[in-house]
Antibody
Framework: EVQLVESGGVVIQPGGSLRLSCEVS????????VHWVRQSPARGLEWVSL????????FYADSVRGRFTISRDISRNSLYLQMNSLTTEDTALYYC???????????WGQGTQVIVSS | IVMTQSPATLSVSPGDRATLSCRAS??????LAWYQQKPGQPPRLLIY???TRATGIPPRFSGSGSGTEFTLTISSLQSEDFAVYYC??????????FGQGTRLGIK
């Protein structure tokens, strides 16, 4: 059974930094492109970033490029999202997702909540 | 690419048919997915390639369309089908983009 379990969400002040983690199981992690997608009442579902199955390529939404960094650790079956210079606009439930085909998602975690507030 | 869903809210009686629309701001050929989301749960993949049902999705869910206009049809609505539905394009990325959702409620 495919599982993705996110962690690391907290309440944090604007300007702060945070690292989210996603531990995966039930599939060969290195063979799939994995993504972060976030959801908030204000912005709806918003794609954030991807880490390619080729082990090299990463992409980011314009709203987070230069502030967020995605990475993975194959040995730990884990995906990460380093989030810097956080603003209130980053408040959201952050999901880790796995692709079925190209750029659509058949498996999602339950999400981890990030609240940026002073 | 901006994805626009209509209507924002739809009320349908159990057993009836529901038709949800999604429009892309430019052609995305058939690179469109549909998801269902219930409260407290992540989205669930229903349809990809505009019309291919994902594993385990019942045949009452069907998708159609190409280019810029797409439809998700749910025939004979069951109680478990009342939820929020999102479309998502994956033709031109980054970014992947989602519609704002259609809330399907009980009439």
């Amino acid at each position: 059974e495919v599982q993705l379990v996110e962690s690391g969400g907290v309440v944090i002040q604007p300007g702060g930094s945070l690292r989210l983690s996603c531990e995966v199981s039930g599939f060969r992690f290195r063979d799939f492109t994995v993504h972060w997608v976030r959801q908030s009442p204000a912005r709806g579902l918003e794609w954030v970033s991807l880490f390619s199955r080729n082990g090299r390529d990463t992409f980011y939404a314009d709203s987070v490029r230069g502030r967020f960094t995605i990475s993975r650790d194959i040995s730990r079956n884990s995906l990460y999202l380093q989030m810097n210079s956080l603003t209130t606009e980053d408040t959201a439930l952050y999901y880790c997702t796995k692709e079925l085909g190209t750029m659509f998602f058949d498996s999602w975690g339950q999400g981890t909540q990030v609240i940026v507030s002073s | 690419i901006v994805m626009t869903q209509s209507p924002a809210t739809l009320s349908v009686s159990p057993g009836d048919r529901a038709t949800l629309s999604c429009r892309a701001s430019q052609s995305i050929t058939n690179n469109l997915a549909w998801y269902q989301q219930k409260p407290g749960q992540p989205p669930r993949l229903l349809i990809y390639g505009a019309s291919t049902r994902a594993t385990g999705i019942p045949p009452r869910f069907s998708g159609s369309g190409s280019g810029t206009e797409f439809t998700l049809t749910i025939s004979s609505l069951q109680s478990e089908d009342f939820a929020v539905y999102y479309c998502q394009q994956y033709d031109r990325w980054p970014p992947i983009t989602f519609g704002q959702g259609t809330r399907l409620g009980i009439k």
